[in-house]
């Protein structure tokens, strides 16, 4: 709880309820994407399960925010986003692999996590996606030492680190990081700020840096799974 209007809104709208059946379900998948995930730590920080005032804590100095997965401090964030439904957590990622795979061209293996060593043609793509007018999530930045304003948004930043499979044609690919975020000025297309550089050796993924639209659908079951953050 907090006393802010989104604070307020995490009590009524069922959508972000802790024990929506969906919730409990998606929860338990990004839990374990989490864990099982090397470097990956879109769920600790910037999950559903986080109140308001937790999450929002990480933007004071030091950082108020305690990791309800393993316990301990978050650092301090200038910047910080929650997803509003862990639905929306779940629905973004599926969202953001798929737009990766339609960029990239070429078949995509996914791994479970970053490949030790790393791999010497790595590149990072990033995008903010925008879901237009969908609650995805909440920001907020740091304010004279304090919590500036909580505002709803309907954006996620996604990274994807990748490479060239050296088992043969195609990319491996693990997570980077992913969380809410004001979608930039511009529409689709537009820069995102400090947006990585043009992937340099690896090969080139379209839309890297860029504002994509991730359009709603327009029948009412798919409209219904898209307020909800399911697949579709």
């Not at 730590?41 to 999450?55: E, M, W």
């Not at 050296?166 to 689709?188: E, F, K, N, R, S």
Request: hydrophobic content about 35%; aromatic content about 8%; glycine content about 12%.
């Amino acid at each position: 709880m907090y006393p802010t209007p989104e604070g307020k809104k995490d009590l009524w709208d069922p959508r972000r309820w802790r024990l929506n059946p969906l919730n409990i379900l998606e929860g338990w998948r990004n839990e374990k994407e989490e864990r099982t995930t090397g470097g990956y730590h879109a769920s600790s920080r910037h999950g559903a399960h986080n109140t308001v005032l937790n999450s929002m804590g990480r933007v004071l100095n030091p950082s108020k925010m305690v990791n309800n997965y393993g316990g301990g401090d978050v650092r301090h964030a200038n910047d910080q986003g929650r997803f509003n439904s862990e639905a929306w957590e779940a629905y973004a990622w599926r969202k953001a692999k798929a737009l990766f795979e339609n960029n990239a061209h070429m078949p995509v293996r996914w791994l479970s996590g970053r490949p030790n060593p790393p791999p010497a043609n790595q590149s990072t793509w990033a995008v903010v996606m925008d879901f237009p007018n969908a609650d995805v999530g909440i920001t907020a930045s740091a304010n004279n030492g304090g919590i500036g304003n909580i505002a709803s948004v309907s954006g996620v930043r996604v990274a994807v680190n990748y490479a060239a499979d050296p088992a043969g044609a195609g990319l491996i690919a693990w997570h980077g990081q992913m969380y809410p975020c004001t979608v930039p000025p511009g529409g689709a297309g537009a820069a995102i700020p400090n947006a990585p550089a043009l992937p340099q050796p690896g090969p080139p993924v379209g839309s890297n840096g860029q504002v994509v639209i991730i359009p709603a659908p327009v029948n009412w079951q798919e409209k219904l799974k898209y307020s909800l953050g399911l697949d579709y």
